[in-house]
């Protein structure tokens, strides 16, 4: 079954820009699903950050939107996401997930990856 | 685009069933019949228990179930078991074609 993997930096210096890539394994990222970024605050709860369709469409969270791109790489079977100016209130547990066309739930997640926005 | 609305803590006792309210608005859970909840052990990524309102994935024990009414939906667990201590999440599309979380509800099973 489809598995999904962070990967980036864990710390990242203020006003620098968050890079995070999820990989994908056990299934393509050009079916037909929406590849989504969910993060956590420490000892808080989930905020959506957005989505990506193979095809380039994008859906952000209107909060983010000036900060945040996504992109996907065909060739390496992952998607990413960008996260610019970012602040310590950007500390958070990063998620990927995957979503099915057509619908508006998660059910395929990885496992988070922690960064921390410190100087 | 606000957070929709969970009570920050339920508890029962093992063998009863709870219920956790997510309140939203016209925009978002009354809006559209895309509500689904999510359970999260610390340290761990949350789990998808419940989608459309009321439908479980594959897997998920029939404890589990979803219903709404109006701007507000709802998770029951019947037959509580320890392992069900958990947090507990639930998000719906909006219409501005995003997703919103609750606050997230902490289940003790007392």
Redesign the interface.
Request: no cysteine; aromatic share 26%.
């Given at each position: 079954q489809v598995q999904l993997q962070e990967s980036g930096p864990g710390l990242v210096k203020p006003s620098e820009t968050l890079s995070l890539t999820c990989a994908v394994s056990g299934g393509s990222i050009n079916s037909s699903n929406w590849w989504?970024w969910?993060r956590q605050p420490p000892g808080k709860?989930?905020?959506?950050i957005?989505?990506i369709y193979p095809s380039g469409n994008t859906?952000?969270?209107?909060?983010l939107k000036s900060r945040v791109s996504m992109s996907v790489d065909r060739s390496k079977n992952q998607f990413s996401l960008k996260l610019t100016s970012v602040t310590a209130a950007d500390t958070a547990v990063y998620?990927c997930a995957r979503a099915s066309v057509g619908?508006?739930?998660?059910?395929v997640?990885?496992?988070?990856t922690t960064v921390t926005v410190s100087s | 685009q606000s957070a929709l609305t969970q009570p920050a803590s339920v508890s029962g006792s093992p063998g009863q069933s709870i219920t956790i309210f997510c309140t939203g608005t016209s925009s978002d859970v009354g809006g559209y019949n895309y509500v689904s909840w999510y359970l999260q052990h610390p340290d761990k990524a949350p789990k998808l228990m419940i989608y459309d309102v009321t439908n479980r994935p594959s897997g998920v024990s029939n404890r589990f179930s979803g219903s709404k009414s109006g701007n507000t939906a709802s998770l029951t667990i019947s037959g509580l078991q320890a392992e069900d201590e958990a947090n507990y999440y639930c998000s719906s599309y909006t219409s501005s074609g995003t997703l919103v979380f609750g606050g997230g509800t902490k289940l003790s099973v007392l």
């Open positions: 989504s969910v709860g989930l905020e959506w957005g989505e859906n952000y969270k209107p909060s998620y619908s508006f739930y998660m059910d997640w990885g496992k988070g | -």
